[in-house]
């Protein structure tokens, strides 16, 4: 096997190892116990449904998350903690 393979490899066994829990040290994922989605959506100018076709949220549950009727999962969290840092980056990425 080549030198990229068996890092790749590797990379892979790692990467699993630290979503099991199997390895706690290195990098930590910070995830926030709650974000103010109307704060976020209102810093980047849009409206509820430009804010959930720009990043793939139903409007339902961004209507939700902003009249505190439900709150954003871990994974919605996290995603839109990125989006609050780089929203530029994340529009990029989910362009066609």
């Known amino acids: 096997m080549s030198k ?3 890092r790749l490899i590797k990379a892979a066994k790692e ?9 706690t040290d290195g990098f930590v994922v ?3 116990d709650d974000v103010d989605v109307k704060a976020l ?5 849009c409206s509820q449904s430009e804010f959930s076709r720009r990043f793939g949220f139903a409007i339902a549950a961004v209507q939700d998350w902003e009249q505190h ?7 919605a969290r996290i995603f839109l903690t ?3 840092r ?3 980056a994340v529009s990029r990425a989910l362009r066609r």
């Open 4 to 6: 990229i393979g068996t």
């Open 15 to 23: 990467a699993r190892a630290i979503v099991r829990g199997e390895i």
């Open 41 to 45: 959506r209102k810093k980047l100018n």
């Open 82 to 84: 990125v989006i609050a």
């Open 30 to 32: 910070h995830v926030p």
């Open 86 to 88: 780089e929203p530029k």
């Open 69 to 75: 009727r439900r709150t954003p999962d871990r994974t």
